[in-house]
Each structure stands twice: as C-alpha cells, then as structure tokens.
C-alpha cells in the first residue's frame, strides 16, 4: 500500500490546507506552560553543570596533593565577594517584584524589571574587578582553578539570564511605544510577555542561589 508522502506531489511534505481555511493560533496557555516546564527543566541541567564544580572543589580539597590545594597567597576578595552576592540577591528580589508586579497588572513592573538587569550586570562587573585586582590566576593551585573556572561560567551564565529578561523589558518597551493596531492577543502585550516572564524569573532566581552557594564555597568554607 502506497504511503500518503508518496501521493503529494513532488517536494509536498503535508497535504495543503484549502485555500480560505484559516488556521487558528495555538492558545497562550500551551505555550505558557511549556515555558515554565523548559525553565524548571534549565534549573535542572544548571544544577548538574555547576555540581561539577562543586564536586571538583571538595574532592581536590580532600586530595591536598604536596599540600597546594589553597597556597597563603591565593585569597579572594572577600569585600568584592560580598558586592557580588549582594548584587546577585537584590537582582533576583528586584526580578521578583517585576514578576508580582506584572501579575498585579501594574505598569511600575518595567522599572523593577530595568533594575534587575542593571544590578545583575552590576555584579558581574565586579567579578571581572575581582580578576584584575585578586592577584591569582588559574594555574596558582587547585583552588585557583575550580575559583576562576567557577566563576567565570557563573559569569556567563548570569549574562545569559539578563539577556532573557532584558528581551521582555524591550518587548514591553516596544509595545507601550507602538500599541499594535490589529486584532487577537497581540492587543494585549503583557499577556505574551507574562509567560515568559515568569520563566526569566524563576530561572533567575534559581540561578542566585546558586551564586549564594558558588559565594559560601569558594568565600567562606
């Protein structure tokens, strides 16, 4: 029995919709849900990414080889430190706000939204003054690799979630500046943009505790 790909004509992957068949968008609320699973299932793989880091810190700790795990020289900024996670903290709160606000359908979200951005850029620029001024680099012992290894894609990884929320502030942004003139849901921006938002956020706020304990390990312990 022939298939149904081998009846379409040549190049045909799906038999063609009649001509004046509209085809109706998919409800927001499936792509709503399906961000806020892809967000918890981003946790989960970020979880296990930076447990590598963990795992190597505290079995080289144990290990000590020729007693160079942590020379007397290799010691962080603990004032930069504290900037940092500090930053990292009220980020997250301000993303948090953003988030509450916008369920509350409150306008004033953009500016906590705006100010988690900044702060969150605020702390990887102090990480990087943390590199120039920390006199230490990768190769000065086991502890100075897990720290600059550690931190660097923490780094990456807090650009990666500004960049997601920056991309709703510019949407919102955008909207508010030019209101779209046709029908549906594009009428209502936020209600797009809350989904995603949501997403950002929790992300985001997973994301600073892992940069709380990324702080206590390579800071305190």
């Known amino acids: 029995m022939a298939s149904l790909s081998e009846n379409l004509p040549p190049g045909a992957i799906a038999p063609a919709e009649p001509a004046g068949v509209t085809i109706a968008p998919e409800r927001h609320e499936i792509s709503a849900r399906a961000l806020s699973v892809a967000s918890r299932l981003l946790c989960g793989a970020t979880t296990f990414f930076f447990a590598a880091f963990a795992f190597a810190y505290f079995y080289l700790r144990s290990l000590d080889q020729?007693?160079?795990?942590?020379?007397?020289?290799?010691?962080p900024s603990?004032?930069?430190?504290?900037?940092?996670?500090?930053?990292?903290?009220?980020?997250?709160?301000?993303?948090?706000?953003?988030?509450?606000?916008?369920?509350?359908?409150?306008?004033?979200?953009?500016?906590?939204?705006i100010a988690s951005v900044v702060?969150?850029?605020?702390?990887?620029?102090?990480?990087?003054?943390?590199?120039?001024?920390?006199?230490?680099?990768?190769?000065?012992?086991?502890?100075?690799?897990?720290?600059?290894?550690?931190?660097?894609?923490?780094?990456?990884?807090?650009?990666?979630?500004?960049?997601?929320?920056?991309?709703?502030?510019?949407?919102e942004i955008r909207a508010r500046r030019s209101p779209s003139a046709t029908h549906g849901d594009v009428l209502e921006a936020d209600r797009?943009?809350?989904?995603?938002?949501?997403?950002?956020?929790?992300y985001w706020s997973f994301l600073a505790v892992i940069g709380v304990a990324t702080y206590v390990v390579l800071y305190l312990v």
């Open 192 to 202: 797009l943009i809350a989904p995603a938002l949501d997403a950002a956020v929790f």
């Open 78 to 113: 603990q004032g930069l430190g504290g900037a940092f996670v500090a930053c990292v903290l009220l980020s997250a709160l301000s993303a948090v706000v953003a988030g509450r606000r916008m369920g509350a359908s409150s306008a004033s979200w953009l500016t906590w939204g």
């Open 66 to 75: 020729a007693h160079m795990w942590h020379p007397a020289h290799v010691n």
């Open 119 to 171: 702060l969150g850029l605020a702390a990887v620029a102090v990480q990087c003054i943390e590199y120039t001024v920390q006199g230490f680099g990768p190769t000065n012992g086991a502890y100075a690799s897990v720290f600059c290894a550690w931190s660097a894609f923490y780094l990456i990884a807090i650009l990666a979630a500004m960049y997601w929320l920056e991309t709703q502030l510019a949407t």
